[in-house]
């Protein structure tokens, strides 16, 4: 079972930044896609922010311009740089993790909680 740990949420005000990071328990290299997703109060889960192995990278249009997703290989760690947060940034941010083909699997960390004032 991969384990995924989230840290680095907290309370900022809005124009603030925040570094989330979400460390793996395996290699980084014998995972495909690495995202993660946010859910607010009474709304569903939707993706943030994801990144392959090659480093391809897609963001939600909500924060384009504004977050940065990054892996360190060396670290088994990906990261999301937010800047220049707002109210509607407000959630839960989980990482998920996905290997495709055969064997393939999906693993979801805890979470972290993420909240900008206004």
């Known amino acids: 079972q991969v384990q995924l740990v989230e840290s680095g949420g907290g309370l900022v005000q809005a124009g603030g930044s925040l570094r989330l990071s979400c460390e793996t328990s395996i290699s980084i290299f014998s995972i495909d896609t690495m995202a993660w997703y946010r859910q607010a109060p009474g709304k569903l889960r939707e993706l943030v922010a994801a990144i392959t192995s090659y480093g391809s990278t897609n963001y939600t249009d909500s924060v384009k311009g504004r977050f940065t997703i990054s892996r360190d290989n060396a670290k088994n760690t990906m990261y999301l740089q937010m800047n220049r947060l707002k109210p509607e940034d407000t959630g839960v941010y989980y990482c998920?993790?996905?290997?495709w083909g055969v064997g393939a699997w999906s693993s979801w960390g805890p979470g972290t909680q993420v909240t900008v004032s206004s």
């Open positions: 998920i993790a996905d290997r």
